[in-house]
């Protein structure tokens, strides 16, 4: 009996070291161990990779898992050092408490700074840790004001803000849609709530009237009750600040009650997802995205190629090249400081002026991106069509051929 039990321990670690093999091959090329004489630098990435958004949050880190991959193959030396980037992935599961726990477990791992969080109801708790270890964290999706005027050292983001967005969604729903009576649904988050306050002073400083405010959470999907409300008033425009797993439902039920207003809303729901979703009630809504459209994007021909011949032919949701873009910039300042020690590089990425594949990247005194521009679109023939882009400056046009050279210089 001793000698079978001793048989079955024996058995057992073998299978366990067996399946520790398997897993780490499983974490490919960004996870990959470090070579003989490298040093092992760890960049932590945290979106939701759980939930009804967990498409957008796998889309974010696929952007991360992209770069560092590309880093990796560069072989690149910061300070005379060859190092092996290491991609620390976390979920949050778009939960604000959760945000919280998997930024002190980064903290905790040792990274030596963040890309993410996707939503900012989780990016600005968040980035209260990250600035008390003095870790530099750049969002390349969370739009809330509120992120970069914490007077954080250590805040960035490579997208522009609420402000920008709401105001160029309130100023077209009168100007372009001629909207003279407006009903605005927001899903409570940090986001959501947001962006609709934005839009919300955007359209009655264009002389237009609110007629109707409701909320929802960012897990419904009965909206029943609060669409018979609101078609009571007639509006031209309903907006609504949230995400895609919302308005695609949305979308059909205001179809199914005969609402006959325009839906409009943020980057949340500028999806393929969305049209997905929603059906044939996707056409003709709008929304719009931070940034240039994907086409001008200087380098987005490039690096879309590269992510579908990456991800098996996987299509782009919307932020996965500005996550891209913002491995890039730490690990530019990086060497540029001569050092992946946070607190000498930190200041560099202050200082960036990268030509990414999302445009010429450089932030102001707050950490916000410059020159910030917003894109609005319909969905027409079961698309989404580029109908204006206020603001903005793209990048030189030689950065689209090698934005990955840019990077490593």
Not at 185 to 194: F, P
Not at 302 to 325: H, L, T
Request: a neutral charge.
């Amino acid at each position: 009996m001793k000698n079978i039990a001793r048989l079955s321990i024996i058995a057992a670690a073998v299978m366990t070291l067996a399946a520790c093999g398997k897993e780490e091959a499983k974490t490919g090329d960004a996870s990959a161990p470090a070579a003989a004489g490298e040093k092992v630098v760890k960049i932590g990435q945290v979106s939701p990779m759980t939930g009804p958004i967990a498409h957008l949050g796998k889309d974010n880190e696929a952007g991360a898992i992209l770069a560092i991959e590309e880093l990796n193959a560069q072989g690149t030396e910061i300070g005379g050092e060859k190092v092996k980037f290491e991609l620390v992935s976390e979920d949050d599961q778009a939960d604000p408490k959760i945000g919280t726990q998997v930024a002190q477990r980064l903290v905790d791992a040792g990274v030596v700074g963040v890309v993410g969080h996707l939503n900012s109801g989780t990016t600005i708790p968040a980035s209260k840790i990250y600035s008390d270890a003095g870790i530099p964290q750049i969002s390349p999706s969370a739009t809330n004001p509120d992120y970069t005027k914490q007077g954080f050292k250590t805040t960035f983001r490579v997208i522009a803000n609420d402000i920008q967005q709401g105001k160029a969604l309130g100023e077209f729903a009168v100007d372009n849609l001629k909207a003279k009576k407006v009903a605005i649904i927001d899903d409570r988050t940090a986001y959501g709530q947001g962006l609709a306050d934005q839009f919300e002073g955007a359209v009655k400083a264009k002389g237009a009237q609110v007629v109707k405010r409701e909320f929802t959470t960012n897990n419904a999907t009965d909206f029943n009750a609060i669409l018979t409300s609101i078609k009571a008033t007639n509006p031209d425009v309903i907006f609504y600040g949230g995400m895609d797993a919302q308005a695609g439902p949305l979308a059909k039920q205001m179809q199914r009650l005969g609402i006959k207003a325009k839906l409009m809303g943020g980057d949340g729901w500028q999806t393929p997802e969305f049209i997905k979703l929603a059906g044939e009630s996707s056409e003709g809504q709008l929304a719009a995205s931070p940034g240039q459209p994907k086409e001008k994007l200087p380098g987005f021909a490039s690096f879309n190629d590269k992510f579908k011949k990456r991800f098996n032919g996987q299509e782009i949701q919307i932020y996965a090249p500005y996550e891209y873009d913002a491995v890039m910039i730490l690990v530019d300042a990086m060497k540029r400081a001569g050092s992946t020690e946070p607190a000498k590089y930190l200041p560099e990425v202050g200082k960036t002026n990268h030509d990414g594949v999302t445009g010429n990247l450089q932030f102001d005194e707050v950490g916000d991106i410059k020159n910030g521009s917003v894109t609005v679109y319909q969905v027409k023939n079961g698309k989404w069509e580029v109908l204006t882009t206020v603001g903005g400056a793209a990048a030189p046009a030689a950065a689209a051929s090698a934005p990955a050279a840019s990077a490593a210089q």
